[in-house]
């Protein structure tokens, strides 16, 4: 993870996941990134 | 000092590219993660700790309602954003987006809306199979099918009749242009071409997000003016705009996309499309 990450920031793990940035309380953590949604787009 | 604001939803390789370029070139950046804020209409709380007169904001928000109504409020505060409210509300609807064209006298794939399916199997026998039917917005090549036939056109239509979404019941019905393997899009950023791929596939939806591979593209006087020109017609100062190739009538615009990714198109052209875009929103900055 780049050391300055942000909150939302899309980062790939070594197997090929997918993972975003979260700041919880100052806390960061990773979940598994959103896919798609219906909305999403260019 | 003079800021970029980046509002995003999921910061990718282009919105980390976009403040990297902002950086290097000397802007203050704030990035706005626009799940972590509030956006006070008009104005009246201050979320933002940059002043809309000294700071453009780059949309690149990835929902499109996100985007669009983030942008409305951004501007109320003042801020001018790229792009506007009016040509991303344009951009995102399909229907807009061809009327908005067509009113400049461009060139696009024959289209037309029926709003029940009855007039659907009417407009198909005006257009002739095979034909496409295509979502008023979305994105990527979502929901898009390729209709041979009326009992496939039948199907579609049952499957669009159960859908919740009420965008859905507005059937946007265009031909099926005869591409060379590819389409192209061209990247526009204020009067300016500044980029531009094929998108090649064996598969008829040639989108990168589907699987199109992204090729450098040769850009001659026509397909830059056309780019141009429906780039000023939408009022998109930064755009990938989606071209197809037809035999007999030359090139038809068939979408502008208003948050257009790039990555792919970088890595095959060597354009830094984001340091353009900066470079850019620093010219309009200094107005």
């Known amino acids: ?42 | 000092m003079p800021g970029l604001v980046i509002a995003y939803e999921i910061m990718r390789w282009e919105e980390r590219a976009i403040v990297n370029a902002a950086r290097e070139a000397g802007l203050k950046v704030t990035s706005l993660h626009l799940h972590a804020v509030f956006l006070p209409i008009g104005g009246f709380a201050k979320p933002l700790p940059t002043d809309p007169l000294s700071s453009i904001v780059v949309q690149r928000a990835v929902s499109h309602v996100s985007a669009l109504n983030s942008t409305l409020v951004m501007e109320s505060m003042g801020f001018k954003v790229i792009n506007s409210s009016e040509a991303l509300a344009k951009s995102f609807n399909k229907v807009w987006t061809l009327v908005s064209l067509a009113k400049a006298g461009l060139n696009t794939p024959r289209t037309a809306v029926a709003l029940g399916e009855e007039p659907c199997y009417k407009l198909a026998q005006l257009i002739g199979y095979p034909l496409v039917v295509k979502p008023i917005d979305g994105s990527w090549g979502r929901l898009l099918a390729l209709v041979r036939d009326e009992e496939e056109l039948r199907t579609i239509l049952e499957h669009r009749a159960y859908m919740a979404n009420p965008s859905m019941k507005v059937h946007m019905v265009q031909e099926y242009v005869k591409k060379p393997g590819r389409d192209i899009r061209v990247f526009t950023i204020g009067d300016e071409v500044v980029a531009a791929i094929y998108r090649v596939s064996s598969h008829w939806i040639t989108n990168t997000a589907r699987g199109g591979r992204a090729e450098p593209a040769h850009v001659d006087p026509e397909l830059e003016d056309l780019a141009l020109r429906a780039a000023k017609a939408l009022g998109v100062e930064f755009a990938g705009i989606d071209v197809f190739e037809d035999r007999d009538r030359g090139y038809l615009v068939n979408e502008v996309n208003a948050i257009p990714e790039f990555k792919n198109t970088v890595a095959v052209t060597g354009c830094k499309v984001h340091v353009k875009l900066v470079d850019y929103a620093k010219s309009v900055l200094k107005k």
């Open chain 1, 1 to 42: 993870m780049p050391d300055d990450a942000l909150p939302g920031e899309i980062v790939e793990h070594d197997c090929g996941v997918l993972l975003e940035v979260v700041v919880d309380e100052g806390k960061v953590a990773l979940k598994p990134a959103e896919g798609i949604s219906e909305d999403w787009g260019e």
